[in-house]
């Protein structure tokens, strides 16, 4: 077989793959960016092992064991990402001054269609959004490393304990040891079914468009209305989270930008299965220019967390504009 026989196959075969193992490597380690990298690491590899390869299991899981493997090389240097609430400290006071941490490697959203999460493709093996919910990611990255990768394949891709085994070089009762220590963890952390429900009936659509309505009008009093009354708000990279409606409130008003109506613009997208807003704040210019973005969770008829990260850069993965026209 030829060469270019091979890389074609190897390319017709292994793409349809890539939304998975991108949601695979994003579970691993937090990071959209870093995700990326290990999923084209994770091509290169298995394309130099290509004419290698005996077909002793599918070309789907060989694919999610050189993943799992790159994954677990590069955590050996970084340290896990965390988001504000997961470091240990109280809830903030929202008057105080606050200062970014940008040493920290912060927990970063992902976009539903980067990891097949949509549903846009029923034909396709597609991830399932509670597998990515944002709390559950934040959840993971308390886990050690090989916990973490022995978890997802066995709980999420559901893989037999030996083939977790032989994909990381560990005995069963050694698999099997690790996945009760990170189920007995993720436990403690991990959010309620119920915490994490979709918006999806009419009356959680009317929420989101009254939380656009609320921030592009500045209008205090409607925000307060929104929150659950054990809200979270949290915002990477700044290292505090603020707690309760009139706390995070009291946040936007005293902290951020935004004057008055129509400072800040709402852009509706999807995060981690999870409605989310790309934030744009207005400029002296008059420019709306992208700032921030929202992933919210949404209880009941009421928004009970909003992570707010201010990485710009995650802009571009999201398919976001850097500004808005001024008749968006």
């Known amino acids: 077989m030829t060469e270019t026989r091979v890389n074609d196959d190897f390319a017709r075969l292994a793409d349809p793959y890539r939304r998975e193992l991108m949601a695979h490597c994003y579970r691993m380690l937090g990071s959209v960016?870093?995700?990326?990298?290990?999923?084209?690491?994770?091509?290169?590899?298995?394309?130099?092992?290509?004419?290698?390869?005996?077909g002793r299991?599918?070309?789907r899981t060989w694919l999610h064991r050189i993943a799992t493997s790159a994954c677990l090389t590069a955590l050996e240097s970084r340290n896990r990402r965390p988001m504000p609430t997961g470091l240990g400290?109280?809830?903030s006071d929202p008057v105080d001054d606050i200062s970014e941490q940008n040493e920290v490697p912060w927990l970063e959203p992902v976009p539903d269609a980067m990891v097949g999460a949509d549903g846009a493709d029923p034909a396709a093996v597609v991830t399932s959004r509670e597998s990515v919910r944002l709390a559950l990611i934040a959840a993971l990255q308390h886990l050690p490393p090989r916990q973490r990768a022995v978890l997802i394949l066995r709980d999420v891709l559901k893989w037999r304990a030996a083939e977790v085994a032989d994909a990381i070089g560990l005995s069963t009762a050694a698999v099997n040891s690790l996945l009760q220590r990170a189920r007995t963890q993720l436990e403690q952390v991990a959010p309620s079914e119920d915490e994490t429900a979709q918006p999806t009936s009419s009356e959680q659509r009317e929420l989101l468009d009254r939380y656009a309505k609320a921030f592009e009008n500045y209008d205090m009093t409607a925000m307060v209305d929104l929150f659950t009354s054990d809200a979270v708000w949290e915002m990477p990279p700044f290292p505090t989270w603020y707690?309760?409606?009139?706390?995070?409130?009291?946040?936007?008003?005293?902290?951020?930008?935004?004057?008055?109506?129509?400072?800040?613009?709402?852009v509706p997208t999807i995060a981690n299965?999870?409605?989310a807003f790309a934030t744009y704040m207005r400029g002296d210019d008059g420019v709306h220019r992208k700032f921030g973005l929202q992933?919210?969770?949404?209880?009941?008829?009421k928004v009970s967390h909003v992570a707010m990260f201010?990485?710009?850069?995650?802009?571009?993965a999201f398919g976001l504009p850097d500004t808005l026209p001024p008749d968006a």
């Not at 690491?41 to 092992?49: D, G, I, P, V």
């Not at 201010?310 to 571009?316: A, G, I, R, Y």
């Open 57 to 59: 299991s599918s070309l």
């Open 310 to 316: 201010f990485d710009v850069s995650l802009f571009e």
């Open 243 to 266: 707690q309760g409606p009139e706390n995070i409130v009291g946040l936007v008003h005293n902290q951020c930008p935004a004057q008055g109506p129509l400072d800040m613009r709402m």
């Open 273 to 275: 299965g999870q409605p």
């Open 33 to 54: 960016h870093d995700a990326e990298d290990l999923v084209q690491e994770t091509y290169l590899r298995a394309w130099k092992a290509y004419d290698r390869f005996e």
């Open 89 to 91: 400290a109280p809830s």
């Open 295 to 301: 992933v919210l969770t949404v209880k009941e008829s």
